[in-house]
């Protein structure tokens, strides 16, 4: 129901525009995020935006380089990636979920759902 897109190779300072469709249901009303997984590393949170997209929270690491966005019209969330750095690579996975409260917004076990994953890698 999330189809994650948009990734590939990048050199270090590049940029990604990774994008998530949704189907199957209507996601305007969800929260949406975007979390990434490094090799032999946990999941972590990238971005996420509530679904009227007036309120976007980032991690710390991609803060002012990352951006998270949202057209409910076309059921899909962007998440603009500049000036990456080697350690932006991982496989990122979009998610959803209903109800998110604030100070879950960036927990992963608010999203009950979730993409396939799409993996970026930054070359140095």
């Known amino acids: 129901q999330l189809q994650a897109s948009g990734g590939g190779l990048v050199q270090a300072g590049g940029s990604l525009r990774l994008s998530c469709a949704a189907s199957?249901?209507?996601?305007?009303?969800?929260?949406m995020a975007w979390f990434r997984q490094a090799p032999g590393k946990e999941r972590e949170f990238v971005a996420s935006?509530?679904?009227?997209?007036?309120?976007?929270y980032y991690a710390d690491s991609v803060k002012g380089r990352f951006t998270i966005s949202r057209d409910n019209a076309k059921n899909t969330v962007y998440l603009q990636m500049n000036s990456l750095k080697p350690e932006d690579t991982a496989v990122y996975y979009c998610?959803?979920?209903?109800?998110?409260?604030?100070?879950?917004?960036?927990?992963?076990?608010?999203?009950?759902?979730w993409g396939q994953g799409t993996l970026v890698t930054v070359s140095s």
């Open positions: 998610a959803a979920g209903s109800g998110v409260i604030l100070t879950m917004m960036r927990q992963i076990r608010a999203y009950t759902f």
């Open positions: 199957g249901r209507t996601f305007s009303s969800y929260s």
């Open positions: 935006i509530k679904w009227s997209g007036g309120s976007t």
